[in-house]
């Protein structure tokens, strides 16, 4: 694919609707309480149905215990189960299964799921004494969690180190069992890395629940988008997700094994793997903050209004980020989804190593249907990049309207349509050019 041709056409795309929404949409439509259309009342029983979450919640655990039987007793090298379930069916499964079915992680996190077990027992009941998780928290100690993971898998001495994975299996449980016994389940809905990051992206799911009625409706995701919560920290998590892909696709380009290499070099005295762990950690520390700080200046960069309402716009405008990390996720890991995941399943069917085919799936090979055609997988990459600064553009074009006053609902905007044009350039760069 001209890469010239790429960028080109991208920044044309982002300007055509950005002076199309500026024309032609000149009043709100979405709106999360907008009823949608309701399913059959059967679904909504279904779904909240006791004896159905604790199956689903028993089988998660089941999982669970079965991945960390291959994390302690199986080979403890790259074909180990655990690795590909926490890099690819985790990370990057969870996205698309949040996308589709909404928020699922509420249902399938073991942390929860062993809490609520050991909360039923009258001896830890009277032990826990919980307390008011403090409300200026908000989703910061998510952030923190999604940095640790990125981390791990981005700067860290050994990703695929098999001790430093347990190790922070580990310390997330750790974390969200001493959170939980002293905050309660607020805990885990605020900070927990994988509850947050599915209850975000579940803001683009078709599936939602009424606000009135409490069923589960189906309806635009539009509509759905700007229902997230604005708390303190969102934007952090927002950032360290989008940040962190494109860091992701940075770090991979030779412009940077360039620059790596020499200042290994230089820093001859240190061992060459600590150095590098820590150039990765600056970069991905300032790709994080380049993100926070532009989205944060663009969202307040309007005279229209008072500066304690400017302040806020940050949080109000930060839905719109959502498209822009979807598709960068996908852009950048579907072919690991979709192949790599293979490899996940394949391990999981043989968790120690021993010849085992528990689930049948020993006769079949990775089918690499996307490395195979380079250019369709290309094609695909840009699609989800422009695709999610689209949307992203006509989101917050949409709340802007509500939050400017007229005549300066558009002049308001324009500094967040060069930030969104700089992040598809330097997506797009990254992914290709680079």
């Not at 009043?27 to 029983?45: A, E, S």
């Not at 909360?119 to 910061?140: E, H, K, Q």
């Not at 200042?263 to 926070?292: D, E, H, K």
């Amino acid at each position: 694919m001209p890469f010239g041709y790429v960028l080109v056409g991208a920044a044309w795309v982002l300007t055509f609707t950005f002076a199309l929404v500026a024309l032609a949409w000149r009043r709100p439509r979405f709106d999360p309480r907008k009823p949608g259309h309701p399913l059959p009342q059967v679904v909504t029983r279904m779904v909240d149905s006791r004896p159905l979450r604790a199956i689903v919640a028993g089988l998660a655990l089941v999982f669970t215990a079965w991945v960390v039987m291959a994390g302690l007793f199986g080979p403890q090298n790259a074909s180990n189960a655990l690795p590909q379930v926490f890099y690819v069916l985790l990370w990057v499964g969870l996205v698309a299964v949040s996308l589709i079915l909404g928020p699922v992680w509420r249902v399938l996190s073991p942390a929860r799921t062993l809490y609520r077990l050991a909360y039923r027992m009258p001896a830890v009941r009277r032990a826990i004494v919980p307390l008011r998780y403090p409300p200026d928290w908000g989703y910061r100690p998510a952030a923190v969690g999604l940095f640790a993971f990125v981390w791990m898998e981005l700067a860290s001495l050994d990703s695929a180190s098999m001790p430093m994975i347990k190790i922070w299996v580990l310390l997330y449980f750790c974390v969200m069992f001493t959170g939980a016994g002293v905050c309660g389940d607020l805990w885990l809905a605020r900070a927990d890395p994988f509850e947050v990051y599915s209850a975000v992206v579940s803001r683009l799911s078709p599936f939602r629940r009424d606000l009135t009625t409490g069923t589960i409706v189906i309806g635009n995701p539009m509509d759905h988008l700007p229902s997230l919560p604005v708390r303190p920290g969102v934007v952090a998590v927002l950032s360290v997700l989008f940040g962190s892909t494109v860091f992701d696709s940075f770090s991979a380009s030779a412009d940077w094994r360039n620059f790596a290499d020499r200042l290994s070099a230089a820093a001859s005295a240190v061992p060459v793997q600590v150095a590098s762990s820590v150039l990765r950690t600056i970069g991905l520390i300032v790709f994080i903050t380049v993100v926070a700080v532009t989205f944060s200046l663009a969202a307040r960069a309007t005279r229209a209004v008072d500066r304690d309402a400017r302040r806020s716009f940050p949080g109000q405008l930060a839905h719109s980020l959502i498209p822009i990390v979807v598709g960068y996720v996908f852009a950048h890991y579907l072919s690991f989804l979709v192949e790599r995941g293979q490899q996940a399943v394949f391990a999981l069917g043989d968790p120690l190593g021993r010849g085992w085919n528990v689930l049948g799936l020993a006769h079949l090979h990775v089918a690499y249907v996307l490395s195979l055609h380079p250019k369709v997988l290309a094609t695909i990459k840009v699609l989800f990049v422009v695709t999610g600064h689209v949307v992203a553009v006509i989101a917050a074009h949409d709340k802007a309207l509500r939050l400017l006053p007229a005549g300066r609902q558009v002049t308001g905007q324009l500094a967040m349509m060069l930030v969104m044009v700089g992040y598809t350039f330097t997506g797009l760069y990254l992914l290709f050019g680079g």
